[in-house]
């Protein structure tokens, strides 16, 4: 019963922090840039596990987060130089990604970090990997760390939620209003790469990216109001963890691979019946039309 | 405030180092609408921008009443095209007008009862309030650039840069908006405005600036919307330049 808790938390937690930042994500109509984040922590990480021996989630959120900024930058120098945006994108990401994969595959055999477990993740053990201080059983790490990561992603979008919103709208009117486009811009991924970062020892820097854009993408189809979609991201990815965590069971098959195909299964819901911009209601709206002027 | 509402001194713009704008040095005078006039890619829209501080200046300086943009954000207003954001972007009329007021919020504090008031009177002014809780993806090309229009006013600005607002719009909205023009220069305000249509430049503006990639000229309409100037500005691209500008003068 407390396993089935702590791993519905641990996703709902995930789901959260990455359905609030999705939103921005793909209003700002940059989804892929959080793909590109997500992969490219990797050597991030791997750095830091290296420089300190240990798996010190603080010191890898530190790594991982300056490489997401790092990723950011990178991209922009590259359509900045004149190649196309999706091109820079994928350069950038999989050639970090690739420097990841060699870093730990070097070193695999002196620490204690598994590839299979950075790409997918391992929600079934959250329950055992626990934080201990002076002693004290303080309950699943990751549970802390990913509460902590939606404190702070809640904290920074809730004091800035005006920039964050004029910025993902109208840039240019926020820029000629003296509000700090680029700061607000890199503090994003920043919280991307942080988010990131908290959930890829849960779901994995694979799986992440469809808690960051699938809920996401169906709150959109939902609302035409940002803060409803806001919430309506989080309640999708939390409907995903726990519905995502019993198909699991009951498939006797990967967590946080159900998780995400719930997700992607709510997405083709509202993708068809969304009563604002569902297929289906569009279909008929055409229909009613046609009938009148016939 | 004696100084000039906008004087740009030998500014020169350029995108990826092919100059786009070449030494233009203006000065506005005050309580004017100025039409900022030019074939496409003479640098118009780059010069408010570039005036806004939104794009790179390779040399040259800009004074808003006499002192650096930077200074003076709270004087301005800026109405971007409508084509630059995304109308399907989850939000209503009049949570966009209130974007108006976010530089008088500074940093932290929130939009409240007194920027929805000021929202609801501007949406009120361009003959929108009916439409204050209504999806912008909702609204027609026209009514899109007067919430644009609201917004600005919500600026509450002393100058006013506009791109190109009467582009695509009904009757009703190009009416408004001239409306809402003649409204700001009884205040004494100054507005730019990026226009097209050559037609209707003698009888909306009191000023013109003609562009193309450098100033061709610069002062009072009647006095620089002559066939000689458009001929100069615009090249033989356009043959009916003769009907809009030579007739009136000649009759008049």
């Known amino acids: 019963m407390m396993f089935d808790f702590w791993i519905i938390l641990t996703g709902t937690l995930v789901a959260a922090t990455s359905g609030i930042l999705g939103c921005f994500l793909v209003l700002r109509k940059m989804s892929l840039v959080g793909d590109a984040i997500s992969h490219s922590v990797l050597p991030g990480i791997a750095i830091a596990f290296m420089v300190s021996g240990s798996r010190d989630s603080l010191l890898m959120m530190v790594g991982a987060a300056v490489l997401g900024l790092i990723t950011v930058f990178l991209i922009q120098l590259l359509q900045q130089g004149g190649l196309q945006s999706d091109a820079s994108i994928g350069i950038v990401f999989t050639a970090l990604f690739a420097i990841g994969v060699i870093l730990i595959s070097r070193n695999a055999a002196n620490i204690d970090l598994d590839l299979d477990c950075v790409l997918f993740g391992e929600i079934a053990y959250v329950q055992w990997d626990t934080l201990i201080i002076n002693g004290y059983d303080m309950g699943p790490a990751a549970v802390w760390f990913l509460g902590i990561t939606l404190l702070i992603v809640l904290a920074v979008i809730g004091l800035f939620y005006k920039q964050f919103k004029i910025c993902a ?58 803060s409803i979609m806001l919430l309506y991201s989080v309640l999708v990815g939390a409907l995903s963890s726990a519905g995502g965590y019993y198909f699991a069971k009951w498939l006797d098959a990967s967590i946080a691979g159900s998780m995400i195909t719930a997700a992607g299964l709510l997405f083709l819901l509202a993708f068809l019946f969304s009563p604002l911009h569902g297929l289906v209601a569009r279909f008929s709206k055409r229909r009613r039309m046609k009938s009148m002027t016939a | 405030m004696n100084s000039y509402p906008l004087e740009v001194q030998n500014l020169t713009v350029a995108y990826q180092k092919k100059p786009v704008l070449r030494s233009v040095s203006f000065q506005i005078p005050s309580g004017k609408l100025i039409g900022v006039l030019g074939p496409n890619g003479a640098g118009k829209s780059t010069m ?171 002062g009072t309409t009647e006095d620089t919307f002559t066939p000689q100037n458009l001929q100069r500005t615009y090249g033989g691209r356009i043959a009916m330049i003769q009907d809009f500008a030579a007739v009136p003068i000649e009759m008049e």
């Open chain 2, 48 to 218: 408010l921008k570039a005036v806004l501080g939104l794009l790179p200046k390779v040399d040259g300086e800009v004074k808003i009443f006499g002192k650096p943009y930077q200074e003076q954000r709270k004087l301005v207003g800026y109405v971007p095209q409508r084509e630059s954001v995304d109308w399907d972007f989850p939000t209503n009329a009049l949570d966009v007008v209130m974007m108006g007021r976010y530089g008088h919020l500074g940093w932290f504090r929130r939009p409240g009862a007194e920027e929805r008031r000021i929202a609801l009177d501007c949406l009120g002014k361009v003959g929108m309030a009916d439409f204050a809780g209504r999806q912008i993806s909702q609204l027609s090309g026209g009514q899109q650039q007067r919430v644009f229009l609201a917004r600005a006013l919500a600026q509450n600005a002393q100058l006013y840069f506009m791109d190109e607002p009467f582009a695509g719009v009904d009757a009703t909205t190009e009416k408004a908006i001239i409306g809402l023009l003649h409204e700001l220069k009884e205040q004494g305000k100054t507005v730019l405005v990026v226009h097209h249509d050559l037609s209707t430049v003698k009888e909306y503006f009191d000023h013109v600036l003609l562009l193309n990639g450098e100033l061709v000229a610069e």
């Open chain 1, 169 to 226: 709208f109208d840039p240019a009117l926020a820029a000629a209003l003296g509000i700090p486009v680029a700061l607000f811009h890199y503090l994003l991924m920043g919280l991307v790469s942080l988010s990131t970062v908290a959930s890829f020892e849960s779901v994995g820097a694979i799986l992440v990216v469809g808690m960051l854009i699938v809920p996401a993408a169906t709150a959109y189809l939902l609302t035409d109001r940002l």
